[in-house]
């Protein structure tokens, strides 16, 4: 069992940043690959960003290329947000990955999740 608590979210204008954190507990972090998940109002749960256990592979949805990073330290994974968008608000959800799969787009890839932060941007 591993817990999940996020934190970080709140009200930016487009072109802000936010950094979202995520903070484990229960079991090794080390044994966990993260993700970063969002939902829309009326939309489903998509994937954001990935990091692996060692924190050396990421994976980066094309919406959030070249603005998003996702960095793990300690037992806490990060997603830096930067040059925000309104298409970027959304509830944000971390998860964990028990597996050694490569990659995890899929909510079904995951064990746990947090209960979410919410991300507002505004035009």
């Known amino acids: 069992q591993v817990q999940l608590v996020e934190s970080g979210g709140g009200l930016v204008q487009a072109g802000g940043s936010l950094r979202l954190s995520c903070a484990a507990s229960?079991?090794?972090?080390?044994?966990?690959?993260m993700g970063w998940f969002r939902q829309a109002p009326g939309k489903e749960r998509e994937f954001v960003a990935r990091?692996?256990?060692?924190?050396?592979n990421t994976y980066l949805a094309d919406s959030v290329k070249g603005r998003f990073t996702i960095s793990r330290a300690s037992n806490t994974v990060y997603l830096q947000m930067n040059s925000l968008k309104p298409e970027d608000t959304a509830v944000y959800y971390c998860?964990?990955?028990?597996?050694?799969?490569?990659?995890?787009?899929?909510?079904?890839?995951?064990?746990?999740w947090g209960q979410g932060t919410q991300v507002t941007v505004s035009s």
């Open positions: 990091i692996s256990r060692s924190g050396s």
């Open positions: 998860a964990a990955d028990s597996t050694y799969r490569v990659s995890g787009y899929s909510t079904y890839n995951y064990d746990y």
């Open positions: 229960g079991r090794t972090f080390s044994n966990f690959a």
